[in-house]
């Protein structure tokens, strides 16, 4: 199993700042996943980052809005930049190898007013 | 382009029931499905996987049964009690094309069960 931790758990943020929101995890793994709930709705993919590689976006997503870090093996960092109230929502990390249990970090809460 | 669609929506009972939720996917070339609890204001947890190549699993009071070639899975809850209030996710690992690990959720079922 893979233990998440996301940081911040929660913020509040004005229309037009940005918030980069840090995923750690306890084990090294390939790929690690960048999910959105927004409020009411089930999860959708924004991003898949890979360590040394670009984020590879979902359709919908752009790395201008949500640009994506992947240092090392254990470490991914996912920006809302220039944010606005559309962008309130449920932000989730997962890691997951190939066809295994997927696992998620407990998601950061973000409200924007 | 995979869809999840889970039935029904939300669901309220008395403890002590035994509860089916169900789950549909249009894609069958799936590697396997997963399902998972909400709590209000957490993450998921992770409760069954099923592979490809399996039709159940089982993990206390829970199983869940696939039918990959028809795109059906149904999550089968044992005598219900109140803390099993949750929303409970299906999601399918990756179909024709994607990346490998990449999951599809559906919107979830919202279960309350009440004393």
């Known amino acids: 199993s893979a233990v998440i931790s996301q940081k911040p758990s929660r913020d509040i943020c004005q229309r037009g700042t940005s918030l980069t929101i840090q995923c750690q995890v306890d084990?090294?793994?390939?790929?690690m996943f960048w999910y959105r709930q927004q409020p009411g709705q089930s999860l959708t993919l924004i991003a898949t980052?890979?360590?040394?590689?670009?984020?590879?976006?979902e359709s919908g997503f752009v790395i201008d809005k949500f640009p994506i870090s992947r240092p090392n093996l254990t470490f991914s960092t996912l920006t809302v930049s220039n944010m606005s109230p559309e962008d309130s929502s449920i932000y989730l990390c997962?890691?997951?190898?190939?066809?295994?249990?997927?696992?998620f970090g407990p998601g950061t809460r973000l409200l924007v007013l | 382009k995979q869809e999840v669609t889970q039935i029904p929506a939300a669901l309220s009972v008395p403890e002590g029931e035994n509860l089916v939720l169900n789950c549909s996917f249009t894609?069958?070339?799936?590697?396997?499905l997963q399902w998972f609890r909400q709590d209000p204001g957490k993450g998921l947890t992770s409760l069954l996987l099923?592979?490809?190549?399996?039709r159940e699993q089982t993990s206390g009071r829970l199983n869940a049964s696939l039918d990959k070639s028809s795109g059906r899975s149904t999550l089968y809850i044992a005598a219900s009690q109140p803390g099993d209030s949750a929303t409970y996710l299906c999601?399918?690992?990756?179909?024709?094309?994607?990346?490998?690990?990449?999951?599809?959720f559906g919107r979830g079922t919202q279960l309350t069960v009440w004393p």
């Open positions: 997962s890691v997951g190898q190939g066809s295994e249990t997927q696992y």
């Open positions: 084990s090294q793994v390939t790929m």
């Open positions: 999601a399918v690992n990756a179909d024709r094309g994607s990346t490998l690990g990449r999951l599809y």
């Open positions: 894609d069958s070339a799936i590697y396997n």
């Open positions: 980052a890979n360590q040394g590689s670009e984020a590879t976006y």
């Open positions: 099923i592979q490809s190549s399996q």
